[in-house]
């Protein structure tokens, strides 16, 4: 489980609609996730498909960056991904607590794999700076 490739991570962030981030943001954070898993098309060798997992390695898993082409869309890779996170976070932690924030494009998946609204209880809260 290999993490993608600078490049791959930009380009698929991109292209399936999330937030542009830039280049040293890619290359300080590709190598920092606790997993990642990448799907490659074997005929072109292009990266397709990635989704990657925060953790403490314990008991606290926080997945991000599902992303997957438009033109690869709708074909199941975003399952194989999201089956493979966590597979391999049961591997390492039976009782661990998974949570994510869902955009509409992948609340569907998300409910298949047994996410369900943390809401009312707990709300997802963000800033996007850490000065303010
Ligand atoms: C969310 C995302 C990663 C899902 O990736 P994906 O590869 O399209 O996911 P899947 O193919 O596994 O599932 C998507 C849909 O395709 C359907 N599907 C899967 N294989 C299929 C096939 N062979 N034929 C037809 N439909 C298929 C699934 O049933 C699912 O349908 P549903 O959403 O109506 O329930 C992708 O839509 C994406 O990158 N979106 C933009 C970025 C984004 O918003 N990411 C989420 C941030 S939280």
């Known amino acids: 489980m290999k993490p993608p490739a600078v490049d791959d991570y930009l380009r698929l962030r991109e292209e399936s609609g999330l937030s542009a981030r830039t ?15 990448c799907v490659i098309h074997v005929e072109s060798g292009e990266t397709v498909g990635m989704g990657r997992v925060l953790s403490d390695g314990g008991w606290y898993f926080h997945i991000i960056d599902m992303a997957v082409l438009p033109r690869h869309q709708r074909k199941g890779i975003g399952d194989a991904i999201m089956t493979a996170l966590l597979d391999r976070i049961g591997e390492q932690a039976p009782n661990a607590y998974v949570n994510l924030l869902a955009d509409p494009p992948g609340r569907r998946l998300y409910e298949r794999h047994g996410f369900t609204e943390s809401a009312p209880v707990s709300v997802g809260m963000k800033r996007t700076s850490a000065h303010g």
Request: proline letters at 0%; glycine letters at 14%.
């Open 23 to 37: 280049r040293e943001e890619a290359e300080n954070g590709v190598n920092g996730a606790w997993a990642s898993a």
